[in-house]
């Protein structure tokens, strides 16, 4: 059974700083993983999908980076801004027989608040 | 832009009710799917759907059904609601392998 964990659980930060958030999953037999971000009482926004052949993926000041065989994903937010507080999740999409039909498995979360 | 929208924000139903939770994409997507988030344990899926008319079951099914009739809805439903259905639930849907785009979730509380 795929798990997903995401560390630090929460992160604090003056604004202008580099950050990496960390996500750790079980069976490496991935289709894909995406990250996304929930602010409080809200539904998810996509920021970033990188397909299991991919190493990275880049959006603005996001970069996503995929590591299948060690189970490891982080997502680099730079320059960071108060904007940016919320919940970031990681969630991983199982290769179901290598189709897309495969579930997303998601962490708890990392909760970042950058303060100005 | 997706458009992925569900009927209510906040709902308060008491307990042996029937509650249906609608969500309707703009999108065309074959994949649709219904979640609940609550605190300690996450989002968890309870039903997807990659056709009109299909369903599988997802994590956690128990006490709960859907209904897809036609491509862009897809209905959550709660036959006999009980208190430990109280959580938010988001409904998101994707084209096949893409990414999956979320509504605003519905917040239902059973008293």
């Known amino acids: 059974k795929q798990e997903v964990t995401q560390i630090p659980a929460a992160l604090s930060v003056p604004e202008g700083e580099n950050l990496v958030l960390n996500c750790s999953f079980t069976?490496?037999?991935?289709?894909?993983l995406q990250w996304f971000r929930q602010d409080p009482g809200k539904g998810l926004t996509s920021l970033l999908l990188?397909?299991?052949?991919?190493r990275e993926q880049t959006s603005g000041r996001l970069n996503a980076s995929l590591d299948k065989s060690s189970g490891r994903s982080t997502l680099y937010i730079a320059a960071s801004q108060p904007g940016d507080s919320a919940t970031y999740l990681c969630?991983?999409?199982?290769?179901?027989?290598?189709?897309?039909?495969?579930?997303?498995?998601f962490g708890q979360g990392t909760i970042l608040t950058v303060h100005p | 832009d997706v458009k992925v929208t569900q009927s209510s924000r906040y709902l308060v139903k008491r307990t042996g009710e029937k509650v249906f939770l609608e969500c309707v994409q703009d999108?065309?997507?074959?994949?649709m799917f219904w979640y609940r988030q609550d605190p300690g344990l996450g989002l968890r899926l309870i039903y997807f759907s990659y056709d009109v008319k299909m369903k599988e079951k997802g994590d956690i099914p128990e006490g709960y059904s859907v209904s897809r009739e036609k491509k862009e809805r897809f209905s959550l439903i709660l036959e006999s609601a009980s208190t430990n259905q109280t959580s938010m639930y988001l409904c998101a849907s994707s084209l096949r392998g893409f990414k999956q785009f979320f509504g605003p979730g519905t917040r239902l509380t059973v008293l």
């Open positions: 969630a991983v999409k199982s290769n179901a027989g290598g189709t897309s039909y495969g579930k997303l498995t």
């Open positions: 999108m065309d997507h074959e994949n």
């Open positions: 069976d490496s037999a991935i289709y894909n």
């Open positions: 990188i397909q299991s052949s991919q």
